[in-house]
């Protein structure tokens, strides 16, 4: 029966006349052409999703770049200002080194003055004794003691001798008190000037080691942030790997777009992590509940209008569209590699289960938070753990 159903097809309609063989020809050849165009035109979706995909990477790589350059330049600021600050250390810790070595001077000069001062004290408490027995014999004597020393003199010729030897010897005690007095003034004052030296040294001493201390903790700071920004350069030259990985399987994908038997697409070839701070809002509005706050201290609580479209942040796929409580009508999307936004409190759901989302489509509208008021409940995961959304959204 095949063989004869097709021999009747391919004979010629005899309402054909002679061009019968030619149209049966045209009408196999536009229905083969229609059979090959369905997967076709099927791909053309792929192809635009995968060339909007590739350009986005692109696109992110070259802001990746921009951040290694901008954290290349800020690490090269930063290590020149240590450079700075490890001269400004050094010379610091010399002139504490010299402060202290002054300072350890006017300690041994102080001890040394102390020690004089003492010893004549020692001398004056040692000879007041006597210098007060001959104070007190020339009060006797008194301003006629010239007149006495000549009365009790025999010897007239020994008077002038005795005279002078009276004033030589009055002289030599007043000049001997009067040089201790000095003396002890002297020490006293000098030992007033190297105290209020020791004292400014002191303080002197503390502002140096202020001076230092805030050097150090500066040139700590900076290589902390030396570290920080190695950490980041790391994070971005893994984030460009990932990405160049991802753009890689695009081009194979374009290349095999159309081929007889393409491989399907990854549902979802850009990771999440590259894309931190860059990501789109999933809706316009405020936060009014922040991560770590909060009964839902997981995510974001935004305040936005009733019926507000709510857009996809990256590409994924759907992994829970429906109720769930607490959450009210609930979206979930996985993005892979254990990485899920969360959408919840919506007023509608326009997204199924294992439906394939791209950045920015609308996968329902806002609804009323547990509360009463407009708005939407936001989660982000990353390696299955909760995360700040805002260190991941975009900034405004």
């Not at 992110?60 to 690490?75: C, F, G, M, N, T």
């Not at 893994?238 to 393409?262: F, M, S, T």
């Not at 770590?292 to 796929?317: C, K, P, Y």
């Not at 509208?365 to 409940?377: E, K, N, Q, R, W």
């Amino acid at each position: 029966m095949a063989s004869r159903f097709s021999e009747v097809r391919l004979k010629p309609d005899p309402t054909d006349g002679a061009s019968g063989y030619g149209v049966s020809a045209f009408r196999w050849t536009m229905l083969a052409l229609l059979v090959c165009s369905v997967p076709l035109a099927a791909q053309q979706p792929d192809r635009a999703r995968t060339e909007a995909l590739a350009a986005r990477a692109g696109e992110r790589l070259q802001a990746l770049q921009r951040e290694a350059d901008r954290l290349a330049s800020q690490e090269s600021s930063v290590l020149a200002d240590l450079e700075k600050l490890e001269i400004d250390r050094q010379l610091k810790a010399e002139q504490l080194k010299q402060i202290d070595a002054e300072a350890a001077k006017v300690a041994r000069d102080l001890a040394a003055l102390n020690t004089r001062l003492t010893s004549l004290q020692g001398e004056e408490a040692a000879a007041r004794p006597e210098l007060r027995a001959r104070l007190v014999e020339l009060y006797k004597l008194g301003e006629a003691r010239y007149v006495r020393v000549l009365l009790s003199t025999r010897d007239l010729r020994r008077v002038g001798e005795a005279t002078r030897t009276v004033a030589a010897l009055a002289k030599l005690d007043r000049d001997r008190i009067a040089a201790h007095q000095r003396t002890v003034a002297d020490l006293q004052t000098t030992r007033k000037t190297l105290e209020e030296r020791r004292r400014r040294l002191a303080s002197v001493r503390g502002d140096a080691q202020m001076a230092q201390t805030a050097v150090e903790r500066a040139a700590a700071a900076r290589n902390a942030l030396v570290h920080d920004i190695d950490q980041r350069r790391d994070l971005n030259a893994q984030w460009a790997g990932e990405l160049q990985a991802a753009q890689q399987k695009l081009q194979a994908a374009l290349r095999d777009v159309n081929a007889a038997n393409p491989e399907p697409a990854t549902l979802n070839p850009l990771p999440l992590k590259p894309f931190k701070g860059d990501l789109d809002w999933p809706s316009s509005g405020t936060v009014r509940g922040r991560f770590g706050r909060g009964a839902r201290a997981n995510g974001l609580e935004i305040d936005t209008a009733d019926g507000a479209s709510v857009r996809a942040v990256h590409d994924g796929v759907v992994a829970f569209a429906g109720l769930f409580a607490g959450f009210g009508n609930l979206v979930i999307v996985d993005h892979g590699a254990q990485a899920f936004t969360l959408y919840g409190d919506l007023l509608e759901v326009a997204v199924a289960r294992g439906a394939r989302v791209d950045r920015g489509q609308p996968i329902g509208s806002a609804g009323a938070t547990p509360s009463g008021v407009p708005g939407l409940y936001f989660e982000l995961r990353v390696d299955g753990q909760p995360v700040d959304p805002l260190q991941w959204l975009r900034k405004e």
